[in-house]
């Protein structure tokens, strides 16, 4: 069966510094990859998004960046954290015959 | 284009008591539809979903909904509520466009009260 990892669960930053935070797909091979960000209290927004090795696609302009260096990892980072930055964030793979998405439990993390 | 209204921000019900979570979708194409479930700090868990089969769709946790395509809905429900089932709820479309572009409601949140 397929799993999905994201880690870590908790993180608090200071502003300026840097992130990176890390998804692992097992079971399944060729998984479109997402990264989606949850400000509290509002729904869910897409970031980045990719089907392959080094396909990077960026929904919204911002200080992140995500990359895919293996099939099933998933990584997304930034040099400098904004307080902005704070939120709660998914990654979540799909097999592209659906549209079903299958989300990991998520990293939330605090820029102070 | 897409889009999905869920048209309760929160609802409010008592153990024991019917839930209706409600969502209208509009999509240019034939979607398949998706209820989620969040629990805090937790990331989403699949309910349900509706992929051009039958229109009742049964989902864990006693859930159910309904695909009715002239009211271009998709409501949520349940017949008795618990208290586990306070949580966020996301109705969500998929499209196939281009792979899958996938729209996220605002998300209900469901409070239950003992």
């Known amino acids: 069966s397929q799993t999905i990892h994201q880690w870590p669960a908790t993180l608090v930053q200071p502003v300026g510094s840097p992130l990176s935070l890390e998804c692992t797909v097992e079971?399944?091979?060729?998984?479109?990859l997402y990264w989606y960000r949850q400000a509290a209290g509002r729904g869910l927004q897409l970031l980045f998004y990719?089907?392959?090795?080094?396909?990077i696609s960026s929904e919204v302009p911002q200080n992140l960046s995500a990359s895919r260096p293996q099939d099933r990892q998933f990584i997304l980072s930034s040099k400098k954290l904004l307080l902005s930055d704070s939120g709660f964030y998914l990654c979540a793979w799909s097999s592209g015959n659906t549209g079903e998405l299958f989300f990991g439990e998520g990293s939330r993390l605090t820029v102070l | 284009a897409q889009s999905v209204t869920q048209l309760d921000s929160h609802v409010s019900v008592s153990e024991g008591t019917p839930v209706l979570l409600r969502c209208n979708y509009s999509s240019s194409y034939s979607p398949s539809l998706f209820w989620y479930v969040q629990h805090p700090n937790k990331g989403l868990q699949l309910l349900l979903k509706?992929?051009?089969?039958?229109?009742l769709v049964k989902g864990i946790n006693g859930f159910e909904a309904e695909f009715k395509k002239s009211e271009t809905s998709f409501h949520l429900t349940k017949p008795s509520a618990h208290m586990s089932d306070a949580a966020e709820y996301f109705c969500?479309?998929?499209?196939?466009?281009?792979?899958?572009?996938?729209?996220f409601g605002a998300g209900t949140r469901l409070f239950v009260k003992a």
């Open positions: 079971g399944t091979s060729n998984p479109n």
């Open positions: 509706y992929t051009s089969a039958a229109t």
């Open positions: 990719s089907v392959g090795i080094g396909q």
């Open positions: 969500v479309v998929s499209v196939p466009t281009g792979g899958f572009k996938t729209i």
